[in-house]
């Protein structure tokens, strides 16, 4: 669910494919060149593919999927004349240095995952080379690998259909903003909501540097000279957050309107704004927002939200509000028993935070608090009664041994079968 890297992505000068110095624009002429193995003709767009047609009828059913999400965003009718090209890159053994290898292998955000050129009639996402993969493997790159393909797919939509409804180009804070803000939205079946909960990277740049926001605004479009210095993972997130700030205050009219209002502000009224957006961001409190998610009425509500308790884990442990966000998956459990986020944040954090009766409270909760509270002692350090918790274990159907994957990687050995004696 959140594990998502966040799509990086160029969005490009009008130059594609015209601008032959440097590699970014030999890459960019490259991949206008590319021909696809595979066309699919949907009615939604075209999906141009390296792959045959069993495997690209994959990758199209998400394409297809967020096509649809995002042209619904922007009231755009589904007229099939976008083409989504699915590049190849090579994955090597190891990664090399060429920045799209390194996303593609989920070292960090300072390559490229993709590209909607101004103008285009398509876009590009980059996709495991099938030469190098085996089926398996490309897969679940798809599937949320190391460069979530969706979540990279919808961003460089966002930039395309944005644009075709009527949005402006640049300036590019909020082309970036926006795609970004996009690419992190909650789906409600086929369709796309402002997320209920501030996304982490937005939550990251609660303090901003002084001369932040000036940054941003002089952020150069992307050219064939541009340097890793214009990939900073923060000028997207500080894009992201500036949107969602700007943007937020209007969701009600739309999200297309939304997005028109921010960008109709200038500069000068947007350095004006700058003291309202840091105090903005200095009282955002994702943890109250997790805490309203876990007391709704609605179940599924309450399942995103310990989704993202979990999630955000790195964030309490920075922030120190680690043992509150223990609270809430204990909470969490009177409430709607053991789930696989309450059970993996326990697991990987409770062991130093709860205390003696809290781990025997869970122990009480059937058979899978058994085999959590088994694990909790074990990372505690404290004798563990094995005779229990393999009844417990060998009592549980296979769909919650899965949610309890994180105790049992915690048990190791205990819970392997063992060879009969001879
Ligand atoms: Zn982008």
């Not at 876009?123 to 099938?130: G, I, N």
Request: net charge negative.
């Amino acid at each position: 669910m959140s594990r998502r890297l966040l799509t990086l992505a160029l969005l490009g000068s009008a130059c594609v494919g015209g601008c032959a110095d440097g590699r970014l624009g030999e890459q960019l002429g490259q991949d206008a060149a590319w021909e696809p193995v595979t066309v699919l003709a949907l009615p939604s767009c075209a999906v141009e593919s390296p792959y045959d047609a069993g495997l690209t009828e994959s990758w199209a059913a998400v394409v297809d999927a967020e096509v649809r999400r995002v042209a619904s965003l922007f009231a755009l009718p589904l007229d099939g004349s976008l083409r989504v090209r699915l590049v190849p890159v090579p994955v090597p053994a190891q990664a090399g240095d060429e920045p799209w290898r390194l996303l593609m292998h989920g070292v960090d955000k300072r390559g490229l995952a993709g590209y909607a050129p101004h103008g285009a009639d398509f876009v590009v996402v980059y996709v495991p080379d099938d030469r190098s993969l085996p089926d398996d493997r490309i897969l679940e790159f798809l599937l949320g690998g190391p460069v979530a393909t969706s979540s990279v797919v919808r961003h460089e939509l966002a930039h395309a259909l944005s644009q075709r409804a009527g949005l402006p180009a640049d300036p590019r804070w909020f082309q970036e903003g926006l795609a970004e803000c996009v690419e992190h939205m909650d789906e409600d079946s086929d369709r796309l909501v402002w997320p209920a909960i501030t996304p982490i990277e937005v939550v990251r740049q609660a303090d901003p540097a002084p001369g932040a926001l000036r940054a941003l605004l002089d952020w150069p479009e992307l050219t064939t000279g541009s340097g890793p210095e214009d990939l900073r993972p923060e000028l997207y997130d500080s894009a992201h957050a500036l949107f969602r700030f700007l943007a937020g205050p209007h969701v009600e009219a739309g999200f297309a309107e939304a997005a028109r209002r921010a960008a109709a502000l200038d500069r000068g009224q947007l350095l004006e704004l700058e003291g309202a957006w840091v105090s903005w961001l200095g009282a955002l409190d994702p943890l109250a927002e997790v805490a309203a998610g876990l007391a709704a009425p609605e179940a599924d509500t309450r399942d995103r939200a310990r989704w993202v308790l979990n999630g955000f884990s790195l964030l309490w442990k920075e922030r120190g509000q680690m043992r509150a966000a223990v609270t809430l998956a204990l909470d969490s459990i009177r409430r709607d028993g053991i789930t696989s986020p309450t059970a993996t944040m326990l697991a990987l954090f409770g062991p130093q935070l709860l205390s003696g009766d809290e781990v025997l409270a869970l122990e009480a909760q059937g058979d899978s608090g058994v085999v959590l509270a088994q694990a909790l002692r074990q990372a505690r350090g404290e004798a563990l009664d094995v005779e229990r918790l393999l009844r417990a274990w060998a009592a549980l159907p296979a769909p919650r041994r899965i949610e309890l994957s994180m105790p049992e990687y915690l048990l190791g050995e205990l819970l392997k079968p063992t060879d009969s004696p001879p």
